[in-house]
């Protein structure tokens, strides 16, 4: 059986497009996924969510640089540097220099970090959302306004907070900067917990690290403007200095899933991942039906526990031919060697999905 | 040279790469086209970028059974159609909508004339809109340019089968882009 002829019309319309598109670099993201637990716990130890992004749609790197600054291990070729920006915070528009990247459909995944509840209080849980266009910080912030997709999870600020942000520095020696737009954003309103606030203040300084990077978040301390000047106190929370992020077990949730997302629908099989932080790096995973009942169940192991924030865990193909089309929940909790006998119960992430 | 005859053994094996080494070279020669290969399946550059890392990570681990380079690319290719079929079962839903919200204005033409900018996109376009076997087999056929075999073995369909696809995806994507066929590349 010889080959059919190719349309050679075809072949040159199809290269031309794929040749159009210029992929971003990842290999360290690679590396680091295969390398020793060792070299992936310094990654991780940043406590971010650079695997989120990698694992969503990180189309575009920020400030047009795919390297991540403090990555021990050299890709090929990548400028480290990152355009600088101009150091003073403006009270209108984004001080981000990025513009769109050429190619069609550039879309930015941003992690954004929303407050929900765990048995240890209120901590942060991070989602992936992708917004056309390229990387932009005002952008990703903008996303703390707007609710999230887990109606588990709250947005902390009202709409129209944020005014600008930008970064001073070249590389991770630098300053992220927000300009708040409403000088009442620096009292804690009626209805917002002590706790909620320390989140809120925490969600601007996650979500900004994280949006400032394709890769690794940028560890660069995060100072709040009113207009020109910073502003003492946030919510109620001292500002007067730049802010560094607090630790992962005292700001973040300690599970969170990442895939499936809210209101996905699955046929066939799909894969759930996220990153946790759990008892010897074991998660459990359940699919429990509209009336509760458990009619999947399994667990994972992370690549990791212990120190240094979240780690990424993802399951085995999980096979949901067999089940009757429906919303089911997806549960992701961490290990609890206790049995509930201890502390107050592990950390818990859920997702509603959709069996077709 | 004493150990010629060692040194031969070695090289006319395939290269005794470690894992990593297999990673950083095949990464290094395949990394952007099957980003692109993703892309054609996909649509989306982020999201091909996560199918062929994920298809990169589950070659290392592979590596000790693999060996040798060209198997190696074979499985790549695989693990890259396989991930983008199920990224796209999986994400249809944002996947479209996502797109929906694609203003055309945002794409940045830099120094590609708008007609050329629009000839990508309706190429990506009328691909999304094949059944995604005929999509598969034209990617890798055009694209890719691999022999009917090799395309039946990575998509685990016969050669007729793969000839079928072809034809009718052939078909049909000429009918979709009719008005950028007779005009220069």
Redesign the interface.
């Known amino acids: 059986m010889t080959d059919d002829p190719r349309d050679e019309q075809l072949a040159r319309l199809i290269a031309d497009a794929a040749d159009d598109v210029q992929p971003t670099d990842h290999l360290t993201e690679i590396r680091l996924r295969t390398a020793s637990a060792r070299r992936r716990t310094r990654w991780y130890a940043a406590g971010g969510a650079s695997l989120l992004a990698a694992a969503a749609v990180a189309a575009v790197a920020l400030l047009g640089n795919p390297a991540s600054p403090t990555a021990d291990d050299p890709g090929p070729a990548q400028d480290p540097t990152p355009t600088v920006t101009d150091p003073a915070p403006t009270p209108s528009g984004s001080a981000s220099p990025t513009t769109p990247p050429t190619g069609a459909g550039t879309v930015t995944s941003y992690t954004i970090f929303y407050a929900g509840d765990t048995p240890r209080g209120p901590r942060l849980y991070s989602e992936v959302r992708d917004v056309p266009g390229g990387r932009d910080l005002l952008t990703a912030l903008r996303q703390l306004e707007t609710p999230s997709l887990d109606p588990d999870y709250r947005a902390l600020w009202p709409a129209g907070s944020f005014a600008s942000a930008g970064f001073d520095g070249v590389g991770a020696d630098g300053q992220l900067s927000v300009v708040l737009a409403d000088a009442s954003l620096r009292d804690r309103p009626a209805g917002m917990s002590a706790a909620d606030a320390q989140l809120a203040v925490e969600s601007v300084i996650w979500t900004l690290q994280a949006a400032a990077s394709a890769g690794e978040p940028l560890k660069a301390p995060v100072q709040f403007y009113l207009d020109r000047n910073p502003i003492d106190q946030v919510f109620g929370v001292p500002t007067s200095e730049a802010l560094a992020a607090g630790s992962s077990d005292d700001v973040q949730a300690q599970m969170n899933i990442a895939f499936p997302a809210e209101g996905a629908v699955v046929s066939g099989s799909f894969i759930a991942l996220g990153r946790n932080n759990g008892f010897e790096a074991t998660m459990t995973w359940s699919l429990t039906d509209a009336a509760g009942t458990v009619v999947l169940d399994g667990f994972a192991t992370a690549e990791g526990s212990g120190e240094g924030g979240l780690f990424p865990w993802r399951t085995e193909p999980i096979d949901v031919s067999g089940l009757r089309p429906g919303t089911y929940t997806f549960t992701a909790a961490n290990d609890d060697p206790s049995g509930g006998a201890e502390g107050s119960g592990p950390d818990t992430d859920t997702r509603s999905i959709i069996v077709e | 040279m004493t150990h010629a005859s060692t040194r031969e053994q070695t090289v006319s094996e395939s290269p005794s790469w470690s ?2 080494e297999a ?2 070279e095949l ?2 020669a395949h ?2 086209q099957l ?3 993703s ?2 399946l996909v ?8 199918v ?2 994920d298809a ?2 589950a070659m ?2 592979r590596w000790s059974r693999l060996r040798e380079p060209d198997k190696a690319l074979a499985y790549l290719r695989q693990s890259v159609v396989n991930g983008s079929r ?1 990224v796209l ?6 996947t479209r909508h ?2 929906s ?3 055309p204005g ?5 120094d ?1 004339t708008a007609d ?2 629009a ?3 309706a ?2 376009e009328a ?1 999304r809109t094949l059944p995604e076997r005929q999509r598969e087999v ?2 890798l ?3 890719l ?1 691999l ?2 075999a090799e395309i039946a073995t990575t998509l685990g369909i016969s ?1 007729g089968a793969v ?1 079928s696809h ?2 009718r995806g ?1 078909a049909t ?2 009918d979709l ?1 009719a008005d ?2 007779t005009g220069d ?1």
């Not at chain 2, 649509?43 to 996560?50: I, L, N, S, Y």
């Not at chain 2, 945002?106 to 830099?110: E, H, I, L």
Request: glycine letters at 6%; aromatic letters at 6%; proline letters at 1%.
């Open positions: 894992a990593d990673l950083d990464y290094a990394w952007r980003v692109r290969l892309v054609l649509r989306d550059t982020g999201t091909a970028e996560e062929v890392q990169f990570v290392h681990g199920s079962r999986h994400r249809g839903v944002v996502a797109a919200h694609l203003s945002s794409r940045a033409g830099g590609e050329a900018v000839r990508r996109d190429v990506l691909l034209l990617t056929r055009y694209y340019d022999p009917e050669r000839k072809a034809s052939s994507l000429r882009l950028h066929l590349l």
